[in-house]
């Protein structure tokens, strides 16, 4: 049986929460311990990293001048402060799909990126609408939109 959602994630109730300490929060909940941080000091660092992002990388800057192209993300590429990509998985007629490293959980999570016409983010934010309604174990979990 599917487990159930106790608790709805902070950004359903605060959009503008960051990515990371929406995570962070998540775990602290995780109904099995194993799944919890080790340890209060971890718990509380991640919640203060969630609150205000730092660059991975000392002199790297959080502010993007140039978009990305959505069409050709490489190995690595960095993709707001939470993920980094690691493969191509495919693509559609509105967006491309990849395979991305969650730099707070280190999960591979599938990362959906619109292309940059009106029309296709419009249509990911009705998919996003949609699939953040239903929950079951044969339907993917969105987890989160973010205009870049």
């Keep these: 049986m599917a487990a159930r959602r106790l608790m709805r994630r902070v950004r ?3 959009p503008r929460v960051p990515l990371s300490l929406d995570e962070a929060v998540a775990r ?3 109904l099995r311990p194993t799944d919890r941080f080790p340890s209060l000091t971890e718990a509380i660092t991640a919640v203060r990293d969630g609150r205000e992002p730092k660059p991975a990388l000392p002199g790297v800057s959080l502010d993007r001048r140039t978009p990305l192209d959505a069409e050709n993300l490489q190995q690595g590429t960095r993709v707001g402060t939470d993920y980094e990509i690691v493969a191509r998985l495919g693509q559609g ?3 491309v799909v990849y395979a991305a490293r969650h730099l707070v959980s280190g999960r591979t999570r599938a990362l959906k990126i619109a292309r940059s016409e009106n029309a296709a983010e419009e249509a990911l934010q ?6 953040s309604r239903l929950d079951h174990p044969n339907v993917v979990r969105v987890i ?4 870049m």
């Design 12 to 14: 359903d109730v605060a």
């Design 28 to 30: 602290m909940l995780e």
């Design 93 to 95: 007629g509105m967006a």
């Design 126 to 131: 009705g998919e996003y609408q949609t699939l």
């Design 144 to 147: 989160d939109l973010t205009k």
